[in-house]
T-cell receptor, first 116, second 113 residues
Framework: DTGVSQDPRHKITKRGQNVTFRCDPISEHNRLYWYRQTLGQGPEFLTYFQNEAQLEKSRLLSDRFSAERPKGSFSTLEIQRTEQGDSAMYLC??????????????FGPGTRLTVT | AQTVTQSQPEMSVQEAETVTLSCTYDTSESDYYLFWYKQPPSRQMILVIRQEAYKQQNATENRFSVNFQKAAKSFSLKISDSQLGDAAMYFCAYGEYGNKLVFGAGTILRVKS
């Protein structure tokens, strides 16, 4: 068990460019979550998947944001036409939904996005 | 919608002393989970302790324990024998059976030697 991994760890992009982040969950976890965290604040939920199905999306997830988990393993989060307000840490977490498990979410190290 | 409030933006504790971080939440549900996560500077978030709402007994993990008051919707974290490595941002979080977590704004804990 190598934990949740995210790539890249840092991304600097110019306003208007598209960016894509990847998250690899813990291998036996079927649920995968994306959160956004701005400096000094708690993470805010963006979206989550159970296997390949996207079960919930936050209103924070504008039309410029899209997330996929095509084979129920890794996930990608794409931001189109980035804006300076998109600058934040993007966190991925995973968990299992097996009955009896404590539903703990395990977090990755995050991708820090800076939009200039 | 569920909300989580951490009213202490920053706390300080002397090494080896005890500190309590406060958290209140609002929900109309009866079954849920509560968590405390620790986020050291520039490092990833790790789970400190969890509490199932249906359990009356307060959770304990080594030096970390909680005071869960379901009727008052309060969930405080007590850290005993504080160590320098405990310095971090602490987040209280609410969750329902594997759905999204709702986080508080966090409390920065400083540990003085």
């Amino acid at each position: 068990d190598t934990g949740v991994s995210q790539d890249p760890r840092h991304k600097i992009t110019k306003r208007g460019q598209n960016v894509t982040f990847r998250c690899d969950p813990i291998s036996e976890h079927n649920r995968l979550y994306w959160y956004r965290q701005t400096l000094g604040q708690g993470p805010e939920f963006l979206t989550y998947f159970q296997n390949e199905a996207q079960l919930e999306k936050s209103r924070l997830l504008s039309d410029r944001f899209s997330a996929e988990r095509p084979k129920g393993s890794f996930s990608t989060l794409e931001i189109q036409r980035t804006e300076q307000g998109d600058s934040a840490m993007y966190l991925c977490a995973s968990s299992t939904s097996r009955t009896g498990d404590p539903y703990e979410q395990y977090f990755g190290p995050g991708t820090r996005l800076t939009v200039t | 919608a569920q909300t989580v409030t951490q009213s202490q933006p920053e706390m300080s504790v002397q090494e080896a002393e005890t500190v309590t971080l406060s958290c209140t939440y609002d929900t109309s549900e009866s079954d849920y989970y509560l968590f405390w996560y620790k986020q050291p500077p520039s490092r990833q978030m790790i789970l400190v302790i969890r509490q199932e709402a249906y359990k009356q007994q307060n959770a304990t993990e080594n030096r970390f324990s909680v005071n869960f008051q379901k009727a008052a919707k309060s969930f405080s974290l007590k850290i005993s024998d504080s160590q320098l490595g405990d310095a971090a941002m602490y987040f209280c979080a609410y969750g329902e059976y594997g759905n999204k977590l709702v986080f508080g704004a966090g409390t920065i804990l400083r540990v003085k030697s």
